[in-house]
């Protein structure tokens, strides 16, 4: 089992910079690849971003750029340092943990899951 917990949301305004966290615990967790999602009222939720055990990194293609993950595996944590944030970003990200050593960007894939923490960025 792994647990984890997100934390690192609240209101911005348009262009400001939020820094996201996932703790996780539990067993084998720097093994795992972790990703970030997001889901915004009425809508499918949807993958931001993604790092493997090794450093790895993948991401959407419309977030190249504003958005950079990282993970300190001594701390069991994972980052998502997210700028020039738009009010399009405001959604509830979900950090995400996949045992299998291939970044895959579908949410069914991933095993285990955080509560999620909210962005709303105001225009």
Known sequence: QVQLVESGGGLVQAGGSLRLSCAASGRTSCSYVISWFRQAPGK??????AISWSGSTYYVDSEKGRFTISRDNAKNTVALQMNSLK???????????????????T?????????????TVSS
Do not use: M, N
């Open 44 to 49: 499918e939720r949807e993958f931001v971003a």
């Open 87 to 105: 009010p399009e970003d405001t959604a509830v990200y979900y950090c995400a943990a996949d045992r299998s050593k291939v970044i895959v960007t």
């Open 107 to 119: 949410a069914a894939a991933y095993d285990y899951w955080g509560q999620g923490t909210q962005v």
